[in-house]
C-alpha cells in the first residue's frame, strides 16, 4: 500500500487518538470537512483513498475497520434490495470500502456495513433480521471491545451504537417495526424477505436531533 506523506501524518494523528495496531475500528465518517481541512492546513490535496488508507495503516495487518453502508431509501421505500449493488447512502469512505475486492457486506438491507481486515471473516455470515440486534454488527464490535472513530460528523448524531444499547434494554420508547421487500442475495436470488427495526415510537412524543446528511427512519 503506497501513501504519502499526509497520509502518515493522518495515521499517526488516529494513533493518537486511541487506534493501536489490531483494533476493531467503525468508522463514522464524512470526508470532505478534513479533505478541506487538509488542504487549508498543508496546501495539499488528499483523497478519500488516501484517508482510507491511513486508517488501514493505524490497524495495521491485523486490525480490522468497519464502514456503515446504510440506506435508508432502497429497502424502505422502494422495497428492493440487492446486497451486491446497492449503494451506501453514506458516500465517502462508506461507498469506497463497499466497492473494495476484500469487502465482506452483511446482510441487513437498511444497516448493513462493509468490513475489511483479519477479522472480516467473522462478520461473513451476519444476515440480523433486526438492525441493532444481539446478532447484528453492533453486538460483535461490543463483543471483541471494538472502537468507534467518528470523522467530520458530531459525534451525537453519528452514534448508531446506542440504538443497540436501547434494544438491549427494550427501552419503553421505541418499537419494533417490519419492512418487507425483494433481496436480492449474493447469488443474485430474489427473495422475499421480513426485517425490522426498533424505531422510535412517535405517538408519545419521542423526538431526536435529525442526523446530519442522514434520513431518520420513524
Not at 140 to 159: E, R, V, W
Amino acid at each position: 500500500m503506497d501513501i504519502n506523506e499526509i497520509g502518515l501524518h493522518l495515521s499517526n494523528q488516529w494513533m493518537k487518538s486511541g487506534i493501536v495496531q489490531g483494533d476493531l475500528v467503525l468508522v463514522h465518517s464524512s470526508a470532505k470537512p478534513l479533505m478541506i481541512k487538509i488542504q487549508e492546513e498543508f496546501e495539499l490535496k488528499i483523497t478519500p483513498l488516501e484517508i482510507f488508507q491511513s486508517l488501514q495503516l493505524a490497524v495495521g495487518s491485523s486490525g480490522t475497520l468497519i464502514f456503515p453502508l446504510f440506506n435508508f431509501t432502497a429497502w424502505p421505500q422502494n422495497k428492493k434490495f440487492d446486497i451486491r449493488s446497492t449503494p451506501s447512502e453514506m458516500w465517502g469512505l462508506s461507498e469506497l470500502s463497499r466497492n473494495h475486492p476484500d469487502s465482506i457486506r452483511t446482510g441487513h438491507p437498511i444497516y448493513s456495513f462493509s468490513i475489511i481486515g483479519a477479522k472480516s471473516d467473522l462478520f461473513k455470515n451476519i444476515d440480523n433480521v433486526s438492525g441493532y440486534c444481539q446478532d447484528s454488527v453492533f453486538a460483535l464490535l461490543k463483543n471483541f471491545n471494538g472502537k468507534i472513530a467518528i470523522i467530520g460528523l458530531p459525534d451525537q448524531t453519528s452514534m448508531t451504537s446506542y440504538h443497540y444499547v436501547e434494544e438491549a434494554n427494550n427501552v419503553h420508547y421505541r418499537y419494533f417495526k417490519n419492512f418487507i421487500g425483494t433481496y436480492i442475495d449474493a447469488q443474485g436470488n430474489e427473495l422475499e424477505k421480513t426485517y425490522k427495526l426498533f424505531v422510535r415510537n412517535l405517538d408519545i412524543g419521542v423526538h431526536k436531533y435529525k442526523p446530519f446528511l442522514r434520513t431518520s427512519i420513524r
